[in-house]
């Protein structure tokens, strides 16, 4: 079993940027795969970025393609998302999800473990 806790969500500006970071604990972490999704009010769930365990193949939504980079540090158990040249279209709340198959996929439902989330907000 795998338990998620995100953090470094906040408000800042079109055009900065923030890190979010997802704390994980259980012995499966290094070798499932995790992934960022955001869910914006009144809309689904979607699929932000993932990367499998061992952190050389990394995928993302072509909305944040360029501007998100996803990493890991299975050593300390977390992943980060570092968001840059936000816009108001990534606001959102931000979760944190594992995979204990390790498949890496762009589907919410591959994912068994997430974290509650963290809000970020990008105001114009």
């Known amino acids: 079993q795998v338990q998620l806790v995100e953090s470094g969500g906040g408000l800042v500006q079109a055009g900065g940027s923030l890190r979010l970071s997802c704390a994980a604990s259980?012995?499966?972490?290094?070798?499932?795969?995790l992934g960022w999704f955001r869910q914006a009010p009144g809309k689904e769930r979607e699929f932000v970025a993932s990367?499998?365990?061992?952190?050389?193949?990394?995928y993302y939504a072509d909305s944040v393609k360029g501007r998100f980079t996803i990493s890991r540090d299975n050593a300390k158990k977390e992943v980060y998302l570092q968001m840059n040249s936000l816009n108001t279209e990534d606001t959102a709340v931000y979760f944190c999800?594992?995979?204990?198959?390790?498949?890496?996929?762009?589907?919410?439902?591959?994912?068994?473990?997430w974290g509650q989330g963290t809000q970020v907000t990008v105001s114009s």
């Open positions: 259980g012995r499966t972490f290094s070798t499932s795969a």
């Open positions: 990367i499998r365990w061992y952190a050389d193949s990394s």
């Open positions: 999800a594992a995979d204990p198959l390790g498949r890496a996929g762009t589907s919410a439902g591959e994912y068994v473990y």
